[in-house]
């Protein structure tokens, strides 16, 4: 069984791990460094990116995480996730920072209190034909990105959502909330071929 890990230090670390357990991986909660070497692949879940980047750095996690990122293991960030796992933040809190890696600008809660949480049906075709039923909840907007990294899925007026680089996954949706099984698949598939 592929031995994969949530982030546990803040956000929907259950569902994450209720859908990777479902699809037969072994998931292991991460909290602490040895954690962290126990498992092959990570999962950063939605929350709030400002409290997991804090807690990352009281529980000596910050290092630790970029580390793993930059030697090449699979993460798969979903919403606080996607920020955590983004190489710049134009709106921090409180000097915020990200473990980094995609080489993308992220904007959070990009869609402001007006339109604080929406659902729509994405079309993605890396995870096949059928659309991905979304949902947005003070979702974060992909800027800009860099020319190595995929766009996987925009809006209707061209804004991304979700995007890969290398062994690192991004959505500013949340499938593990909706049953939709096919990004975490994804997402062992690239832990399997690491
Ligand atoms: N707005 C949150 C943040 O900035 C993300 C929200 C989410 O993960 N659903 O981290």
Known sequence: RLRVGVLALQGD????????????????????PDELAMVDGLVLPGGESSVIDKLSRAFGMQHPLREAIAGGMPVYGTCAGLILLADRITDGIDGQETFGGIDVVVRRNAFGSQVDSFETDLDVPAVGEA?????????????????GVEQLATLDDGRIVAVRQGSLLGTSFHPEMTGELRFHELFLDMVRAA
């Not at 670390?13 to 602490?32: I, K, M, N, P, Q």
């Not at 659309?131 to 020319?147: C, T």
């Open 13 to 32: 670390v259950r569902e994450h791990a209720r859908v990777l357990d479902g699809l037969g991986a072994e998931v292991t909660l991460v909290r602490r």
């Open 131 to 147: 659309p991905v039923h979304a949902v947005f909840i003070r979702a974060p907007l992909v800027e800009s990105a860099g020319e």
